[in-house]
C-alpha cells in the first residue's frame, strides 16, 4: 500500500481524539468489559487507566522495559520485557513484578516483543530478533521466532520469521496471524489440536512505507494492521485484500526511511522520528466500549492514547470480563 495522504482512507484524522494522560511509551493496550485500559509503560509496570480516567501505575520494576502483555485470569500480568534480561515477566496487581518464563530448553530468552493469550489461554509468545544493536530492522535478516506456553510447557512452534511482533487467533481459533514488521507481511499459521504450527503462508505483503507493528481482529475475521512510521491502519479481509482506514504520515519523510530500508541501513532513532499531524508513531490498537467498537491506539512517542469510532466491533478477547 502506497497512499501517501489521508485523502483515500476510510477514517478522518479529524474523528480522532485522546484519552490519558502522562502515559510513558504506551506502546500496547488492553481493554476490558469494564471500562478498565491497561497499557505498557517504559517505567517499568502496567498504566492501568480507569473508566472515570484517573490513572495508576502498576510496578516500576527496574530493568523491565514492558512492550505487549497479556492479562491473565487473575489478574495478573505476563509482560513482554525488552531490556537486555530479555524474558516474558509476571506482574502482580501489588506492583511486584518477578521472571516468569526466561528460557526454551535450556536457552535463555532474548529481548521479548509480544506475548498474547488465546480462547484456551495458551501463551504466544513473539520474540523479534535474537540481536542486538541498532542496525536489526534489515530485510535480509529473518531470526525472529515463535513460541507457545501451554499445559505442555514453553516451546518454540516457528522459526526465520522477518521481525516478529504483534500475533492473534482468528475468531474460530484454528489460525494464527503474525506481523512481520521488516519483512513487510502478514503470516497466518494453521494450529494444531497440540498448539504446534503448521501451514505457513502469506496472507499479505505491504507496500512502501507501511511496517505492520500491531494488528487486532474484528468480529467480521478481518485483521486491523497498524504501521509505525507511517501511521497507518488498514483492515485485511482474510483473503488478504487491504483497505486503508486511517493514516497520518509525511511524504518525504516516509521516502527517506524507505531508502533507508532499501540499503539495509533502517535503524531504531529513525523508525521513532516521527513526522506527522496528529499520531504518535502508532504501534497496536485494541477494541474497547460497550459495543467494542471503539478503538484505542497505542503509541511509542506519545503520552495518550489516540481514539476512534469504529465501523466493525471487535472480536471479544478471552479476557474481556476479567
Not at 484517573?54 to 530493568?63: C, H, N, V, Y
Not at 528460557?103 to 529481548?111: K, N, R, S
Not at 522520528?273 to 497505542?298: C, V
Request: proline letters at 4%.
Amino acid at each position: 500500500m502506497d497512499s501517501k495522504s489521508n485523502g483515500g482512507a476510510v477514517l478522518d484524522l479529524s474523528a480522532v481524539r485522546e484519552t490519558g494522560v502522562n502515559l510513558n511509551r504506551p506502546e500496547c493496550v488492553l481493554s476490558t468489559a469494564a471500562g478498565d485500559l491497561y497499557v505498557s509503560d517504559k517505567a517499568g509496570g502496567i498504566s492501568h487507566i480507569l473508566p472515570n480516567g484517573d490513572a495508576r501505575l502498576i510496578g516500576a520494576q527496574s530493568g523491565l522495559i514492558p512492550n505487549g502483555f497479556a492479562l491473565l485470569r487473575d489478574g495478573s500480568f505476563a509482560v513482554a520485557n525488552l531490556a537486555d534480561d530479555g524474558g516474558v515477566w509476571r506482574v502482580q496487581r501489588d506492583g511486584t513484578a518477578e521472571p516468569y518464563i526466561m528460557e526454551i530448553d535450556g536457552v535463555a530468552l532474548p529481548g521479548v516483543n509480544f506475548v498474547w493469550l488465546d480462547e484456551r489461554e495458551r501463551l504466544w509468545i513473539c520474540v523479534s530478533t535474537v540481536r542486538r544493536g541498532d542496525h536489526q530492522f534489515r530485510r535480509d535478516i529473518a531470526d525472529g521466532f515463535i513460541a507457545v506456553r501451554d499445559e505442555r510447557g514453553t516451546r518454540v512452534v516457528a522459526q526465520d520469521v522477518h521481525w516478529t511482533n504483534e500475533c492473534r487467533t482468528d475468531p474460530d481459533g484454528t489460525h494464527l496471524y503474525v506481523n512481520e514488521t521488516f519483512g513487510r507481511r502478514l503470516l497466518r499459521f494453521r494450529i494444531g489440536a497440540n498448539g504446534d504450527l503448521s501451514e505457513r503462508a502469506v496472507i499479505t505483503e505491504f507496500g512502501k512505507g507501511t511496517y505492520p507493528d500491531g494488528m487486532a481482529v474484528d468480529e467480521e475475521g478481518h485483521i486491523w494492521v497498524v504501521s509505525v512510521v507511517s501511521n497507518r491502519v488498514i483492515r485485511v479481509s482474510p483473503q488478504g485484500q487491504q483497505q486503508l482506514m486511517l493514516e497520518d504520515g509525511d511524504a518525504a519523510h516516509i521516502d527517506r526511511l524507505e531508502a533507508e530500508y532499501l540499503a539495509n541501513r533502517l535503524s531504531r532513532p529513525m523508525v521513532y522520528d516521527n513526522h506527522s499531524k496528529r499520531l504518535q508513531n502508532i504501534t497496536s490498537l485494541a477494541f474497547g466500549g460497550p459495543e467494542r467498537k471503539t478503538a484505542y491506539m497505542g503509541c511509542i512517542n506519545g503520552s495518550r492514547l489516540a481514539v476512534f469510532d469504529s465501523p466493525v466491533a471487535g472480536l471479544k478477547p478471552v479476557h474481556w470480563n476479567w
